[in-house]
């Protein structure tokens, strides 16, 4: 079985329909075929034995319309002018029931026993078979017979006249079948053609005009394919040009300070060691967020199994920035009544939160930043409030661009906010901002 499936498996399309409609369109044909051959045969034999079953009443109906004297032993049994009138092909044996031969074809006599005096039977004479016909008429019994070759040979000329036409329709149907499948997959093989033209960068969609409706799921799943690549290589190419852009500041700058140290003296050449450990800390949270950004854009980062305890991670949060110079400006007001849970990353939560921490400390350097928690029966809301200038609605939408900064001088990525608005769009949350009596407040909302 495996190996008859492997086989299929390896057989182009058009041979595969042509060995199943083939296959099939040969069987009905074979037995439709049967069929009729085989009652055509059963009507002929019947034909056949209609045909000597009159002869035989017609000589008895023959004899009893010729004066008596005529019948005599007499008289020449092979002149009889009753043979004249049997049909092409038969013989004729007319005697008594005391088995004297009044009448007979020339050189045919049939020996029948007394089982066989009536109706038919089978005789064989010289070597010959005979299909016979036995009437009893008065005290006469009239006998027809034929050969069974003679027989055998009219049915298989029949046979061959009504069976050749039934072989020649069912090879040329399977000819029509091959060209047909052929025809019919011709718009497969035109998709193949023109993907096989292809330059291997272009990811352009497949045209759908002149596609049947059979192939239009599978060229609109291949042209989803090629957007899905398309994609992909759109975000590796973004991806290989923010790395460059963004790494090769610190790298310059690194190794600047490496050659300053090289020829400086011990004060100032640990100086510029501890610059270029600064520069390397910015390259390697540069080069983390581009990672994390990358997965997010391309899918890899999944929710969890289970809800994520909003706190669990506002917790993880200031753990992370303890150490942080304004730490101690930072308040967390939770106004949540019962505990509420999320269906993401506990990590990516806290990171969310976290760069908007990190960005009110470092764009708004006095007074409080308060981190609100809320929730209603619908939605969850993160808010982190400060007392900065805070930004328009223009700006805020560039911010969520990569390594936008408010001031060109300013230190950081300029990752922070895109990686936030990344995020919520993984995870079919909001980003806003507003301006209240309390401050600027950016903010988070998922839905519960």
Same mark, same amino acid.
């Given at each position: ?10 057989? !182009? ?24 051959? %085989? ?24 004899? &009893? ?36 031969? *009044? ?43 034929? $050969? ?15 069976? *050749? ?34 330059? #291997?960068? /272009? ?32 975000? &590796? ?29 011990? /004060? ?7 610059? +270029? ?19 997010? /854009? ?16 506002? $917790? ?14 930072? &308040? ?8 509420? $849970? ?9 990171? +969310? ?6 960005? +009110? ?12 928690? !809320? ?16 930004? /328009?609605?223009?700006?805020? +939408?560039? #911010? ?14 300029? *990752? %922070? ?21 309390? %401050? ?9």
């Amino acid at each position: 079985m495996d190996w008859a499936s492997g086989w299929v498996n390896l057989m !182009s399309l058009r041979k595969r329909l042509l060995l199943i409609l083939g296959g099939t369109f040969a069987l009905l044909w074979s037995l439709a075929a049967l069929w009729l051959l %085989g009652d055509l045969r059963h009507e002929l034999e019947r034909v056949l034995d209609q045909r000597l079953e009159s002869s035989a009443h017609m000589v008895a109906g023959l004899l &009893e319309q010729i004066p008596q004297p005529a019948t005599n032993p007499y008289m020449s049994p092979f002149t009889h002018p009753l043979l004249g009138g049997l049909k092409p092909g038969l013989v004729c044996q007319v005697r008594t029931l005391r088995g004297e031969v *009044l009448v007979r074809t020339p050189s045919m006599q049939f020996d029948q026993g007394d089982d066989e005096l009536l109706g038919f039977s089978r005789s064989l004479v010289d070597g010959q078979g005979w299909r016979t016909y036995t009437v009893q008429r008065h005290q006469l019994l009239i006998t027809i017979g034929d $050969r069974l070759d003679e027989r055998e040979h009219l049915q298989r000329v029949i046979l061959l006249a009504a069976g *050749l036409p039934v072989l020649l329709a069912l090879l040329g149907s399977l000819l029509l079948i091959w060209f047909g499948t052929g025809r019919g997959l011709s718009p497969l093989d035109r998709v193949r053609l023109q993907l096989a033209r292809r330059a #291997a960068d /272009d990811l352009s969609p497949v045209a759908l005009s002149g596609v049947p409706v059979e192939l239009k799921p599978l060229v609109a799943t291949l042209n989803q394919l090629f957007a899905r690549l398309d994609a992909l290589l759109e975000r &590796e190419r973004r991806f290989n040009d923010d790395a460059a852009h963004e790494l090769r500041t610190p790298l310059t700058a690194i190794k600047t300070h490496l050659q300053v140290a090289a020829m400086a003296g011990q /004060d100032q050449a640990a100086t510029s060691l501890q610059r +270029a450990d600064v520069a390397v800390a910015r390259m390697q949270a540069t080069l983390e967020q581009l990672l994390l950004l990358s997965r997010l /854009d391309s899918g890899e980062e999944s929710a969890q199994g289970e809800p994520v305890d909003v706190l669990d991670a506002v $917790r993880q949060v200031m753990e992370h920035l303890f150490a942080h110079p304004g730490f101690e400006r930072i &308040e967390v007001d939770n106004r949540l009544q019962s505990p509420c $849970r999320l269906l993401i990353p506990d990590r990516l939560l806290a990171i +969310a939160i976290r760069n908007l921490l990190e960005n +009110a400390l470092k764009y708004a350097p006095d007074g409080p930043v308060v981190l609100r928690v !809320s929730a209603d029966d619908a939605d969850l809301k993160v808010a982190v409030i400060d007392q900065g200038e805070g930004l /328009d609605a223009e700006q805020f +939408a560039a #911010a969520q661009k990569r390594f936008w900064r408010a001031r060109a001088s300013a230190d950081g990525s300029g *990752l %922070g906010l895109s990686i936030v608005s990344a995020i919520c769009q993984r995870y079919q949350g909001e980003l806003g901002c507003e301006r209240d009596a309390d %401050g600027f407040a950016v903010w988070l909302r998922f839905t519960l």
